[in-house]
C-alpha cells in the first residue's frame, strides 16, 4: 500500500494553532499507519472533550474551541483521521470505507484510554461518532452535535448533499482553501491556507475524494446497519447531557437535518442557533465552546 505523509514544513506557523502535534504509531489493526492527532490539558481532567472533524477539514478546524475547553480544566484530544491533516493518507481511494475509519476511532479512544468524554462531532465527525458511544460503554457522558447527521440509509439523502456529493465528484483536486474561504468569508487568507497545508498535491486528496460517497445512501451501505443501530441507542438508551449548536446558513447538514437528528437524541434540548455560520461552524466555535460550558455548568 502506498502512503503518503505530508512534509512538517507544510504546517509551519499555522495560525491560532500553536498546538504540539502527537502521534500514535502502534493504533491497532492500523500499524503501517501515523495518526495525528492534539492532546492538550491536564490528562487527569474531570472531562475529555473528543473533537472528532469531517471532510475536507482536520483538527485545525478545532482551533477556536480548544482553549476555550482547555481553558476550563477540560483535557482535549483532536485526531486527524487517516487521510487528513497531519495522519497519514493512503493514496488508494478504494482503502477508504466508513467501517475502517469507524475501527480506527474505536481502537484510538482505546489506546489513549479515554474517559469521561465529552463527544464533540461534526460532519464526518458525527456520522462516525455518533456510532461510538453504544460500543464503548462508559466512556462517553456528555454530547456537543454540531451539523452533522447519522448515515442510516433507510432515509432519502438531502438535496443539499446530493449536490455536494455532485460537486465532490466533478472536482477531483478540490480546492481545499477557496472552499473554506467561501464558506466561511471571515477566515484571513493564512487560516484558508492552514485547511489545504495537508494537501501538496492531489494525490494527497485520496480522502478527501472518497469520502461524500462513503455516506451511506441505502440501507445494505457499509456502516448503515452500524448507524441505524446507533439511532436507536441515542432514543432510547442515552442518558447524559446534550448541547446541539447549529450553523443556520448551511446548505447540506442545516437546520432541518439537524431537527430531525435531534428527535432522535433522547433528552436533547433546542440547539443553540450561529445565523451566520455555515457548515463549518466551528469556525464561530469560541462562542459555541462557552456557551455549552455554560449550559454544563462547567
Known amino acids: 500500500m ?4 505530508t512534509t512538517d514544513d507544510r504546517f509551519a506557523a499555522l495560525p491560532g494553532f500553536a498546538f504540539a502535534p502527537r502521534y500514535l504509531e502502534t493504533l491497532p489493526g492500523f500499524t503501517d499507519l501515523r495518526m495525528h492527532y492534539v492532546d492538550e490539558g491536564p490528562r487527569d481532567a474531570a472531562h475529555t472533550y473528543l473533537c472528532l472533524h469531517g471532510q475536507p477539514t482536520w483538527s ?3 482551533r477556536r474551541m ?12 483532536a485526531p486527524d483521521l487517516f487521510g487528513f491533516g497531519r495522519s497519514d493518507k493512503p493514496a488508494d481511494e478504494a482503502w477508504y ?13 482505546a489506546a489513549l484510554d479515554l474517559r469521561r468524554v465529552t463527544l464533540v462531532v461534526q460532519d464526518w465527525g458525527g456520522l462516525l461518532g455518533l456510532t461510538l458511544p453504544r460500543d464503548l460503554p462508559g466512556r462517553f457522558e456528555r454530547l456537543i452535535v454540531l451539523n452533522t447527521t447519522l448515515g442510516t440509509g433507510d432515509e432519502p439523502l438531502s438535496e443539499g448533499f446530493l449536490a455536494w456529493r455532485a460537486w465532490a465528484n466533478k472536482n477531483p483536486d478540490m480546492d481545499v482553501a477557496k472552499l473554506m474561504k467561501r464558506s466561511c468569508p471571515h477566515l484571513v487568507d493564512a487560516e484558508a491556507a492552514a485547511y489545504a497545508a495537508p494537501f501538496p498535491d492531489a494525490t ?8 461524500p460517497n462513503l455516506v451511506p445512501d441505502h440501507p445494505d451501505a457499509d456502516g448503515a446497519a452500524l448507524s441505524r443501530r446507533a439511532r436507536e441507542w ?10 446541539m449548536a447549529v450553523g443556520a446558513t448551511d446548505p447540506v447538514l442545516g437546520p432541518p437535518v439537524m431537527d430531525a437528528l435531534r428527535r432522535h ?3 436533547c434540548p433546542e440547539p443553540y442557533v450561529v445565523p451566520q455560520a455555515g457548515h463549518f461552524v466551528q469556525e464561530w ?3 459555541i465552546a462557552r456557551a455549552a460550558l455554560a449550559v454544563f455548568g462547567d
Open 60 to 62: 485545525y478546524l478545532y
Open 204 to 211: 494527497y486528496k485520496a480522502g478527501v475524494r472518497r469520502f
Open 97 to 109: 470505507t466508513f467501517s475502517r475509519h469507524r475501527d480506527a476511532l474505536v481502537a484510538f479512544v
Open 234 to 243: 441515542w432514543a432510547r438508551e442515552w442518558t447524559g447531557r446534550c448541547f
Open 66 to 77: 480548544i482553549p476555550v475547553f482547555a481553558g476550563a480544566r477540560g483535557r482535549v484530544v
Open 265 to 267: 437524541i433522547r433528552g
Open 2 to 5: 502506498r502512503v503518503l505523509r
Open 285 to 287: 466555535g469560541e462562542d
